[in-house]
């Protein structure tokens, strides 16, 4: 007798194939909005309640039917198809259609029960999207300057500086569009104000962190570090013990990178955090395992910060 049901969903441009199991009931509907309502419909029929959906993030092709879902309380998860792909492997399945696809992914619902994370409203979809076109942005430019070192021809030297201009204009016009999201957002703007105070979170950074780690505030000080990939973890093996067996890994890129940032700056500007970095440095820390735990420690502050709602303060006795 079935108690409940799971629901893996391969998703494609055009289809959502769509697995219940342990019915072993297989549909097929077309990743539109009318398509999407009719999978709701196919859910809700069901005589037994659903448990879990889940889907492979696929580049945004997901997030509509994702979204619906959970808007109309269906306990849906978006999972990185990293792991999808290792519990395809364990499994032992070298069958791979768009059905078993979809079967496998209600398997991994139950078996692995991933956690359910809020699909993003469309406005924070698109704060997302511009964050990641800013930083493709400034990728660009920083290949373009590159090129100026190795061209002698005047009219490919103009070519590209033309293009230099052009990216930074993009840039600035992006930049200017997330400023006014955020303060049109009474949260953001509120949470843009609190981070923003801290000496080394410029605008930037601030923004990146309030678009890619929308956790901030909510988890514990280990937990948001895991999150960004800033946890130290031991990874023991053979002849490498010790200190040389910790290491940090995994993460979001974006939030990683806006708080190397963050980190360098506060090295020279927080009075807090460069005390903290110059103590590390001292007593034999390299440089670069110090700028790594500058960048954990300026985050725990930033999550404690926004969870007590508070704003920055070098006498506050930090995490």
Request: include cysteine; glycine fraction near 6%; aromatic fraction near 6%.
């Given at each position: 007798?079935?108690?409940?049901?799971?629901?893996?969903?391969?998703?494609?441009?055009?289809?959502?194939?769509?697995?219940?199991?342990?019915?072993?009931?297989?549909?097929?509907?077309?990743?539109?909005?009318?398509?999407?309502?009719?999978?709701?419909?196919?859910?809700?029929?069901?005589?037994?309640?659903?448990?879990?959906?889940?889907?492979?993030?696929?580049?945004?092709?997901?997030?509509?039917?994702?979204?619906?879902?959970?808007?109309?309380?269906?306990?849906?998860?978006?999972?990185?198809?990293?792991?999808?792909?290792?519990?395809?492997?364990?499994?032992?399945?070298?069958?791979?259609?768009?059905?078993?696809?979809?079967?496998?992914?209600?398997?991994?619902?139950?078996?692995?029960?991933?956690?359910?994370?809020?699909?993003?409203?469309?406005?924070?979809?698109?704060?997302?999207?511009?964050?990641?076109?800013?930083?493709?942005?400034?990728?660009?430019?920083?290949?373009?300057?590159?090129?100026?070192?190795?061209?002698?021809?005047?009219?490919?030297?103009?070519?590209?500086?033309?293009?230099?201009?052009?990216?930074?204009?993009?840039?600035?016009?992006?930049?200017?569009?997330?400023?006014?999201?955020?303060?049109?957002?009474?949260?953001?703007?509120?949470?843009?104000?609190?981070?923003?105070?801290?000496?080394?979170?410029?605008?930037?950074?601030?923004?990146?962190?309030?678009?890619?780690?929308?956790?901030?505030?909510?988890?514990?000080?280990?937990?948001?570090?895991?999150?960004?990939?800033?946890?130290?973890?031991?990874?023991?093996?053979?002849?490498?013990?010790?200190?040389?067996?910790?290491?940090?890994?995994?993460?979001?890129?974006?939030?990683?990178?806006?708080?190397?940032?963050?980190?360098?700056?506060?090295?020279?500007?927080?009075?807090?955090?460069?005390?903290?970095?110059?103590?590390?440095?001292?007593?034999?820390?390299?440089?670069?395992?110090?700028?790594?735990?500058?960048?954990?420690?300026?985050?725990?502050?930033?999550?404690?910060?926004?969870?007590?709602?508070?704003?920055?303060?070098?006498?506050?006795?930090?995490p």
């Open positions: 007798m079935v108690d409940s049901i799971y629901v893996g969903i391969d998703v494609a441009q055009e289809w959502l194939d769509v697995w219940l199991h342990p019915k072993h009931q297989y549909k097929r509907f077309s990743n539109t909005t009318q398509g999407i309502s009719k999978l709701l419909e196919h859910l809700t029929e069901q005589d037994n309640p659903v448990a879990k959906v889940v889907l492979e993030a696929t580049g945004g092709l997901e997030y509509q039917a994702a979204r619906r879902l959970q808007k109309a309380g269906v306990p849906t998860a978006v999972v990185n198809p990293y792991f999808t792909s290792a519990f395809r492997v364990m499994r032992g399945k070298r069958t791979k259609t768009d059905a078993t696809d979809a079967e496998m992914l209600a398997m991994f619902a139950e078996k692995m029960d991933p956690e359910i994370r809020p699909v993003p409203t469309a406005q924070e979809k698109e704060m997302r999207e511009l964050t990641a076109r800013r930083v493709q942005l400034i990728e660009m430019v920083t290949a373009e300057k590159n090129r100026l070192k190795r061209i002698d021809s005047e009219s490919v030297l103009l070519s590209v500086r033309v293009m230099i201009t052009l990216l930074a204009e993009e840039k600035e016009r992006i930049e200017k569009r997330l400023q006014k999201m955020v303060q049109e957002h009474e949260t953001y703007a509120n949470q843009y104000r609190l981070l923003t105070s801290i000496p080394a979170i410029g605008p930037a950074v601030a923004i990146t962190l309030i678009t890619e780690l929308p956790e901030l505030g909510q988890l514990n000080k280990k937990e948001i570090a895991s999150l960004a990939g800033l946890a130290p973890h031991n990874r023991d093996s053979g002849k490498t013990t010790g200190k040389a067996a910790i290491r940090t890994g995994g993460g979001r890129r974006c939030v990683k990178a806006a708080l190397y940032m963050g980190a360098l700056v506060a090295t020279r500007h927080n009075p807090v955090l460069k005390t903290f970095y110059k103590r590390l440095v001292e007593n034999g820390k390299p440089k670069k395992v110090a700028i790594v735990a500058v960048m954990r420690k300026l985050l725990i502050i930033a999550n404690q910060m926004t969870k007590e709602q508070r704003e920055w303060s070098e006498n506050y006795q930090h």
